[in-house]
Every structure is written in structure tokens, then in C-alpha cells.
């Protein structure tokens, strides 16, 4: 290495060596803020993150700098919460040799799609990228003899398997743990967690964070029974600079300023109606595990939720008594040929009712089918239309998806599909000012980061008709020879 390289990474070293008790001015140095093409668009962390970040700083400069710190941060959408954990993890990494870090996230798909692609940016974007191994799990000094010791895992939770969050030992070092969307982490894995940071002179530093999606659970408690154990914020998104302040608005206009959604989405206030998730997760994984018996005999029902978006797909399944089937997922056809593919597993599965999503382009499917002679038993499924039960339920919509909880609670086969999953335990549900159930609307969802949730779409609509089982033909005679005579 010619002499100049070598001089400038020393002076790298020395410089970031400073701040190992200072987060904030090692985020002001390691990244290009300002700079076109990387972070043009901010010229440094945003209020809250730096507060954060002097929270840390102030702790390890303190007298308790190697007693555990831990801190909550409830809040509204959209505020930068996967930037600032990328921030932290780099100056973790880069002021303190074997340095270990553990992430998780409420869900694998969280960890795997936001949270860790949001790191492996800002990793990248640093001005000590050369330093690291970026993986698909894992974030590694270069440094041969360090790479085992040094370095981020990412690890998605299970309350059977608890051994990673066990040992998370690091004596003399530094360990950090980090939760993204905390509220929905089980207790078991916050107990494991709590009770492996026990090292003795060791800088240890434990952060959640995360939409306040239920009010009970070990999140909830850090803001309650806790509360001495943790240093706590809730940031309303529309304080923080760079939030889509119209959307938010207009999520206050849609559901009001003290509805379950605003209090989670945009106060960063834990919600009155406890879990905002309305299919349990544990439940669904169940599901793809359950198989069905006796249905055979039960009348089919097929359904075609129909793409409204370039980026929705239109899914076309069937269900019979406590099973469901993925018959087809579609893009980019047209209604005519989704008519097509309709019509060939009408033909093929003979069910007794079909139901369309009759909104947006799924009129153009349903006007495709009466013409070509398939109106008989077709239904059209509309979901702002008034719910059967309205005063459980704030719409037809909210009360399908509360028929397929029942369904799936009671013991149903639905396909080993994880994007299934993700579609069923995506919604959120909130109460209306007549304490009904609101599910969150797509574009809501999308809002934050998820799909529109076709192929849950696609099982609910199946809950949207009443179908009777066709009567048993009668027995046929039976004939017994008696003598020489036949009788019947």
C-alpha cells in the first residue's frame, strides 16, 4: 500500500477513534451528507435522531457507562427509525473493536425486506465502507482474525428456539441489541434478552423501537411497570421534518384525531383496543400446517380478487369447507383474458358460487362472464357497502375479514405460502366513532410499506356468500332376491 493510503486510513482510524463516545459527531463525519447522488436531500440527522444519538453518547460518558442502557422509542409513521438503526450500528461497529450487535423485527419479512436493506445502505454509504462484509445476514469486519467476534447478525425471533438472544456475551466489549417494530416481539424473547446483558464491565446498549401496535406486551411495558428500567420518547410523525405531512393529514381527516389508527400511526400513542393486528400471526402459521378432512362433500366457492395496480396482482383461489386453494396468481392480463382464466376453473372445479371484486377493473371480469353466458351463481363483491352486522362491523369488508378470523381461529388448511401470510397478518384494525371494527384501508397499507393484500383478499371474498351444500340424492333402491321372486 503506497505510503499516502496508508497515512490517510491511519488519520481515518485516529479520527473515528474519537468518537467513541460520541455518536452524533461520528454520524456528522462518516456520512456524505448533502452530497449529490447519496444524501442530497438531507443535510444531517433529523431532531429526534440526534437526541438519540446524545442519549448514547451522554450515557457512555457518564459513570454508568457499563451499565446496561436501554431505550424505547414509541412513534408514528415514516419518521427515519431504520435510518437511525443503521446510523447507530455503524458507529458501534467502527468505534469499538469486537464489537456484537443482534438485531430482530417483528417479522422475518421485516428483518429481510426494511430493515436490513435500509442497513446495508448506510453501510455503504459510509465513509469507512471499505472496512466491512456486507451479507445477506450478516455485516463483518474485513479483518480476518476479527470477522467471527466483530460483527452484526441479523436473526429473526422464535419463542422454541431463544439460544441466540441467550448468549449474547461480549465481556470487556461492546454489545448492542436492536428491536425494530418492537410492540409486536414476544415477552419470552424480551425475558431471554433481559437476562443475557449481564456482563460486568462491558458496554452494553439495548434499543426498541417501533409503531405502538398493542398496549400490552413488554413494549408497552417499557412506558408502564418498566418505565425506571428505560429511557422513553413517543414522537408524533407530524413533528418530524421530512414526514409526508398530507398523508398524515389526511389519515387524521379519514379516521379522526383520537381513533386507534391516528394514535398509532401518527401520535406514536399506544392504541385503547389492545393488538391492532387483526389475524394473529400464530394463528395463520398454524394454518399452513392444518390439513382439512371431511370437505369434500361441501359446496365450493371460487373467488377472483382483481388487480386494481400495476404493481396488485389479481389471485384467483377456491375454498371448500375448511379448506382454501391458490389457484392462480396473475399480472398484466387484461379483463378479458382474466374472464378467461376464470371461465377454465369454473369449468374445471364446477363450484357452486363464484365471487368477483366487483369494484375498480373487476367490473369489466364481471361484465366479461355475464356476456359470455356465466352469470349463474356469480356474485359481486363490494366492500364499502354496508356491513350485515353493522354494528359490529364498519363495513362489508371489515365483516368478511372478521368471518375468515373465525374460520382460521376454528382450525383451517390455507397453502404453505408465506406471501399468504404476510397478506393475512398485514391489515390492521382500529374502532370507528360508533365502536365498530375498521379494518385499515389498502392504500393505508401501502403507505407504509406493505403490498395490498391480494391473496387474503382473495380467501376473504369466500366469506362474502351464503352457499347451501346441494341435497344428497336419495339412496337407489335396493333389490334382494327372496325365493323365485325379485323384490324391492
Known amino acids: 500500500m503506497p505510503g499516502s493510503v496508508v497515512q490517510i486510513e491511519d488519520q481515518?482510524?485516529?479520527?473515528?477513534?474519537?468518537?467513541?463516545?460520541?455518536p452524533r459527531r461520528f454520524v456528522r463525519y462518516a456520512f456524505p451528507w448533502g452530497e449529490?447522488?447519496?444524501?442530497?436531500?438531507?443535510?444531517?440527522?433529523?431532531?429526534?435522531?440526534?437526541?438519540?444519538?446524545?442519549?448514547?453518547g451522554d450515557h457512555l460518558g457518564s459513570d454508568r457507562a457499563f451499565q446496561p442502557l436501554q431505550l424505547a422509542i414509541s412513534s408514528g409513521h415514516g419518521i427515519g427509525k431504520s435510518a437511525l438503526i443503521a446510523m447507530v450500528s455503524n458507529w458501534a461497529m467502527s468505534t469499538c473493536e469486537d464489537c456484537r450487535i443482534v438485531i430482530t423485527a417483528n417479522t422475518e419479512s421485516q428483518l429481510a425486506t426494511k430493515t436490513w436493506?435500509?442497513?446495508?445502505?448506510?453501510?455503504?454509504l459510509a465513509i469507512n465502507a471499505h472496512w466491512w462484509n456486507i451479507g445477506a445476514t450478516t455485516i463483518?469486519?474485513?479483518?480476518?482474525?476479527?470477522?467471527?467476534?466483530w460483527r452484526i447478525d441479523r436473526i429473526p425471533w422464535s419463542e422454541n428456539n431463544t439460544e441466540a438472544f441467550a448468549g449474547l456475551h461480549n465481556k470487556g466489549k461492546r454489545i448492542v441489541v436492536i428491536y425494530d417494530e418492537a410492540s409486536a416481539i414476544a415477552d419470552r424473547i424480551w425475558e431471554v434478552t433481559e437476562g443475557a446483558l449481564t456482563d460486568e464491565g462491558t458496554e452494553i446498549i439495548w434499543l426498541a423501537f417501533g409503531n405502538p401496535t398493542q398496549n400490552t406486551g413488554r413494549f408497552r411495558e417499557c412506558f408502564g411497570r418498566f418505565k425506571h428500567r428505560w429511557k422513553t420518547r413517543q414522537i408524533?410523525?407530524?413533528t418530524v421534518e421530512g414526514t409526508n405531512k398530507e398523508q398524515l393529514e389526511k389519515w387524521v381527516t379519514d379516521y379522526g384525531e383520537d381513533s386507534d389508527f391516528v394514535r398509532v400511526r401518527v401520535r406514536g400513542e399506544f392504541p385503547r383496543a389492545g393488538s391492532?393486528?387483526?389475524?394473529?400471526?400464530?394463528?395463520?402459521a398454524e394454518a399452513r400446517r392444518y390439513k382439512a378432512q371431511g370437505y369434500d362433500s361441501l359446496p365450493k366457492i371460487l373467488s377472483v380478487d382483481v388487480a386494481r395496480f400495476g404493481e396488485d396482482q389479481t389471485v384467483i383461489g377456491i375454498r371448500q369447507g375448511r379448506q382454501f386453494r391458490i389457484l392462480a396468481k396473475l399480472r398484466g392480463l387484461s379483463t378479458v383474458q382474466v374472464a378467461e382464466r376464470v371461465i377454465e376453473f369454473r369449468d374445471r372445479e364446477k363450484p357452486e358460487a363464484v365471487v368477483v371484486d366487483g369494484d375498480g377493473l373487476g367490473a369489466g371480469v364481471i361484465d366479461q362472464l355475464n356476456h359470455r353466458g356465466y352469470g349463474r351463481g356469480l356474485f359481486e363483491f363490494h366492500g364499502g357497502v354496508a356491513a350485515d352486522d353493522s354494528a359490529m362491523y364498519f363495513n362489508r369488508r371489515a365483516e368478511a375479514w372478521g368471518l375468515m378470523r373465525e374460520w382460521l381461529n376454528a382450525g383451517a388448511e390455507i397453502p404453505d405460502d408465506p406471501e399468504l401470510e404476510t397478506d393475512l397478518t398485514g391489515p390492521e384494525y382500529f374502532f370507528s366513532n360508533k365502536n365498530q371494527i375498521q379494518l385499515e384501508k389498502k392504500e393505508d397499507m401501502k403507505a407504509r410499506g406493505l403490498a395490498s393484500p391480494d391473496?387474503?383478499?382473495c380467501l376473504m371474498q369466500t366469506f362474502a356468500v351464503k352457499v347451501l351444500a346441494a341435497p344428497k340424492k336419495p339412496p337407489a333402491p335396493r333389490h334382494f332376491r327372496s325365493g323365485s321372486s325379485w323384490m324391492q
Not at 436493506?117 to 455503504?124: D, G, V
Open 236 to 238: 408524533d410523525s407530524r
Open 276 to 284: 391492532a393486528q387483526f389475524i394473529s400471526s400464530e394463528k395463520v
Open 140 to 149: 463483518s469486519v474485513r479483518e480476518k482474525e476479527h470477522e467471527r467476534q
Open 12 to 22: 481515518l482510524r485516529e479520527d473515528i477513534g474519537r468518537f467513541w463516545r460520541n
Open 36 to 56: 449529490p447522488g447519496k444524501l442530497d436531500h438531507l443535510d444531517g440527522p433529523r431532531d429526534w435522531q440526534i437526541a438519540v444519538l446524545d442519549a448514547i
Open 455 to 457: 391473496n387474503a383478499d
Open 117 to 124: 436493506p435500509e442497513l446495508s445502505k448506510w453501510f455503504r
